[in-house]
């Protein structure tokens, strides 16, 4: 039986849609995710075309494993012309979203044109509706999702939106499913907000299956006995437990970059759900993970463990990228100090370091597009050249795009990450230094690719530019057949090859490390080529 991918696509201007079969080789190609998105974009979308005009197209892309057994594989693409920088936009999430889409039979919608008042995409199974979305146009991401559960009266619908942030065109707006999944960089939920498509809700009733189900669940068998969840970092603390280990390494972004040590930083990192009654911070939108408490705790200065809470709350409510949204934020404080902008200029907000009320309040000002708000929605890149009087020093971007909360003084190899990402600044872009320092030569499960000798973090010489660009084709193998960074080598236990083999026994194919490594190339590669012809 050939494998092919089944697309969906939506005009939103003529409220028509048309089905699109992509060919066995060409999935073979791609595998899903970001190359098959990039593929798609770069076919698609008129060079030239607005990042929030109604030519830019908006695809959303799952793999040919997502949605089976294997851990780690319900990741998908979000990509776009991004808002924030102009050039290639890409992002991925976890979530049932992807997983629901391919048991709808879907493995991809592509949206194109603009609508001229709210909807939202209802799809269920081969059955596609526009569908009003007045009614929740301005709404909060949890409004809008509880209100089409209750519109479509099944509490098990799985919803993508764009939120409040998008809809004002915020330029670093996310995209959401299930109020606690993001697709945060690059702004594609404005992208999303500009053709006045609220959500879109998926509901699926024949889940994919493998081609060879004994051989697929040979591979689920090695990943349980290689995995321990005691010991997994990330599932006991999620990426939060990175706090104490870049306080202690001396790198934590603080006061916008200016230090590395935070003073008082918690000792305990927060879990992934988290609860404080006597804010209103439920366990419904999730807890903090390690960008979002640097982002809007050492970068500007806020300890206060209960108020990021509440922020991280906010950042899913308006639906923002926190790591921008925090470094917006802090670039304001910095500014502030230097008496570029005023207290008169912020709405009689104190901007000092610190001040966990100002940041609250400038996120609902970003959302909204209120006040300093408005200015601030633009990024840290445009603002500051609105600002001027030499605002632009304390504008910590590439490409446009807001540095996450990664320190590249104290890992050398993120500095290439950072300065050749065709996203701007992205810290999953590659593995990071300290994961260069512990290649060896017995066993290590990057050894297959030739990475064997250990990495000083601090130096930048060939061997380490190497590593890079070797790590970099995996990981953007990974975005393509949507898995997790954090289950597949080398930050866990998923092995190259068993993946290989999961893939080759879910699809019939007899696909190699090489092919693989194929696929990372491909996808950096179409997504350069689309920087260069915008």
Known sequence: MAITARILHVDLTSRTTRTEEISEATYRKYLGGGALAAHILLRDMKPGAEPLGPDNVLVFTTSVINGLSLSGTNRYTAAAKSPLTGGYGESEAGGWWGPELRAAGWDGVVVHGASETPVYLWIKDDKVEFRDATPYWGKLSGDVQDGVEVELGDKRVRTLQCGVAGEKLVRYAAIVN??????????????????????????????????????????????????????????????????????????????????????????VACKREVEVKELGVTPKFGGPEYETLAASGSLCGVRDLNALALINQLHAQYVLDSISTGAVCAFAMECYEHGIITQEMAGGLDLAWGNADAVIALIHMIGKREGIGDLLAEGVKRAAAQLGKGAERFALHVKGQELPMHDPRGKKGLSLAYAISPTGADHMEAPHDPLYAGFHPQ??????????????????????????????QVWSAYNSVGMCDFVGAPLNALQLQPMIDYINAVTGWNMSLYELMKVGERNNTLARMFNNRE
């Open 178 to 267: 299930q109020l606690k999944h993001f697709h945060g960089r690059g702004g594609l939920g404005a992208v999303m907000g500009a053709k006045k498509l609220k959500a879109i809700v998926v509901r699926g009733s024949k889940p994919p299956a493998a081609a060879d189900k004994d051989g697929a669940k040979k591979q689920l068998v090695f990943f349980k006995e290689h995995y321990d969840r005691a010991t997994d970092r990330f599932h006991q603390l999620g990426s939060s437990s990175g706090v104490l280990a870049l306080e202690a390494s001396g790198i934590l972004p603080t006061r916008n970059f200016r230090d590395g040590s935070f003073e008082d930083a918690c000792a």
């Open 443 to 472: 066993g290590h499960p990057l050894g297959v690719l030739g990475l064997i000798e250990p990495l000083d973090p601090m130096t930048l010489d060939a061997k380490k530019v190497r590593a890079f660009f070797v790590t970099q």
